[in-house]
């Protein structure tokens, strides 16, 4: 006797007969690699002007003769750099303070104490 929950006569993905798909059509796309890649979308839907090669991770284009150029990555980034561009020193040095402030206070120290 079958264990589980099996559903007999069914497989993964299998779908009733009366099933009929959205109607697709494919767009291909081109990365300056060389590499052709084809997605399906709706019929219906507008076509996204880049796509993301799958292969080399590179930005490509509709046009197979003039495929996009490389997206240009931003430099690593700290966290201490993100939050650099949030706050200024001013903003930064009251923050501090405050912590410290709430630090000191659930030791059970006085704030005066450094």
């Known amino acids: 006797m079958p264990h ?18 959205a109607p697709r059509r494919a767009v291909t796309y081109w990365c300056r690699n060389g590499h052709r890649v ?21 930005p490509a284009g509709r046009d197979a003769q003039n495929p996009p ?4 990555t931003e430099p690593y980034k700290s966290h ?4 650099k ?4 020193d001013e903003e930064g040095a009251a ?7 709430d630090l000191r206070r659930r030791r059970g120290r006085p704030a005066a104490e450094r």
Do not use: F
């Open 4 to 21: 589980g929950n099996v559903i007999r006569g069914a497989r993964v993905g299998s779908a009733p007969e009366r099933y009929e798909p």
């Open 38 to 58: 084809e997605i399906l979308i709706a019929e219906e839907a507008v076509a996204p002007p880049q796509w993301d090669c799958p292969r080399c991770g590179h």
């Open 69 to 72: 150029g490389r997206s240009r």
């Open 80 to 83: 201490l750099a993100y939050v």
């Open 85 to 88: 561009e949030r706050r200024t």
């Open 95 to 101: 923050l501090l303070a405050e912590a410290l402030a």
